[in-house]
């Protein structure tokens, strides 16, 4: 079945420092892959996606890029806030009409200090 | 435009009871999924509602269950509870009209089983 593989964290970063957390998938077809974003007490807000191989999705700041050949979705940033503290999931969706279950993966709080 | 409704924000249940959450998608939204949160297993999907009718379901026993009305709104019903339901419910509203659609968060229903 379809699975993500998300870095471990936590991840403690200084501002303005360069951020990278990894994300692997399993899915069979051509998923749509998302990151979210989840701030303490809040539900999941859809940071960036991208439906297809070599697209890029950008927000905020941060960009990923879907690469089909090594199965990844890395979410990058390359200057950190202090508001950038969250919990980031990696996620993906078979682009299949008639199924909008989001697989996601572990989770990734990071922590920004000033 | 209002965004995802989810009520009560917080309810506290004993072993054996049953519990009812409701979802109030963004107007227009026709299919409601419906997650659990916990630290331990993470983001699962529980199910999906489209135009009434369950299109998807994840693995979780049969003492959760859910409907959709005719206005989109959406309720999840667990029987029987048990200490490992507690969690964060969230629910999520799409239009879809394809596999790339973004699914827009509630904030969650926090349940918390003694």
Redesign the interface.
């Known amino acids: 079945g379809d699975s993500v593989t998300q870095m471990e964290g936590p991840v403690t970063l200084s501002e303005e420092a360069f951020l990278t957390i990894n994300c692997t998938y399993t899915a069979t077809g051509y998923p ?1 892959l998302f990151w ?1 974003v989840q701030y303490p ?6 940071l960036l ?1 991208a ?1 297809k191989a070599d697209d890029k999705g950008s927000n905020k700041g941060f960009e990923a890029t879907y690469r089909k050949e090594t199965t990844s979705f890395h979410l990058e940033k390359g200057s950190v806030q202090v508001s950038d503290s969250a919990v980031y ?1 990696c996620a993906l ?15 990734t709080r990071l922590t920004i200090i000033p | 435009k209002a965004g995802v409704t989810q009520t009560p924000r917080y309810l506290i249940k004993t072993r054996g009871q049953q519990v009812t959450l409701s979802c109030s998608p963004i107007s227009g939204h026709r299919s409601v999924s419906w997650y659990q949160q916990t630290p331990g297993q993470g983001l699962q999907f529980l199910f999906e509602y489209f135009s009434e009718t369950q299109r998807n379901k994840g693995n979780f026993p049969g003492r959760f269950s859910g409907r959709q009305f005719s206005n989109s709104r959406s309720e999840m019903n667990v029987s029987t509870l048990e200490l490992g339901d507690s969690a964060l419910y969230l629910c999520a509203s799409s239009l879809p009209t394809s596999g790339a659609e973004e699914q827009f968060f509630g904030p969650g229903t926090r349940l918390t089983v003694l």
Do not use: M, P, V
């Open positions: 749509s979210y007490g809040e539900g999941l807000q859809l996606k439906t999931f969706r078979n682009s299949n009409f008639g199924n909008e279950k989001l697989t996601f993966g572990t989770g």
